[in-house]
């Protein structure tokens, strides 16, 4: 009976261990060598490309970046005015001669772009949201690019489900995934 009752409890803990993860996707990142972000103090976030969630997803970005003190951001009026006036529609790639001119105008180090994609899926009767998110960050005079990472984060978890807890909503699936995701720009410590 003590086996029985052994395996029982491994196979629960090793079920709540498998679950843990919380639908957290490792990032993928790039950070160009010998740059020191720190050095960037001011950013304009353009629209980001993905369709109907883009906008909100932009918004949630800049918050999170203001509330971690990364950068000063432009209000995205400006940002939008400018494009209006360069006839570039919201989401639609940009030329580094454009980066330059709105880097100049908006007296901006860098640009921030990004690509997002919302969906949800499901697992039994239960449906879960999901998120893919790619960001870069460009400098305004170069065009080169600084630094970009992607990731994916769900608002699923097995340990949430066997013990009959709610998944995460799409906000803080995204929330979590941007901290992801900016944790990434500080460099490795050698």
Known sequence: MTR????????????????????????????????NLSLIQSVAVLP???GQHASRLRELTM???????????VDKGR??????????????????FTIR??????????????????TSSARGSAVFPEITMTLR????ESGQLLWQASGRASGYST?????GFAPKDTFQVTLDLLNELFITMRPVQK
Not at 22 to 35: C, V
Not at 137 to 140: E, R
Request: hydrophobic content about 50%; charged content about 20%.
């Open 4 to 35: 029985f009752k052994i395996g029982i409890i491994i196979t629960v803990m090793l079920l709540f261990l498998a679950g843990c993860g919380g639908g957290k996707i490792p990032t993928s990142s790039f950070l160009r060598e010998n740059t």
């Open 48 to 50: 980001f490309e993905g």
């Open 63 to 73: 918050t999170q970046l203001l509330a971690t003190n990364t950068f000063d951001l």
């Open 79 to 96: 940002v939008d005015v400018f494009l209006k006036q360069e006839a570039i529609a919201p989401g639609a790639p940009i030329d580094v």
């Open 101 to 118: 001119r709105l880097g100049e105008s908006m007296n901006v180090q860098a640009v921030l772009l990004g690509s997002v994609e919302q």
């Open 137 to 140: 960050l460009v400098d305004s």
């Open 159 to 163: 340990a949430d489900r066997l013990f």
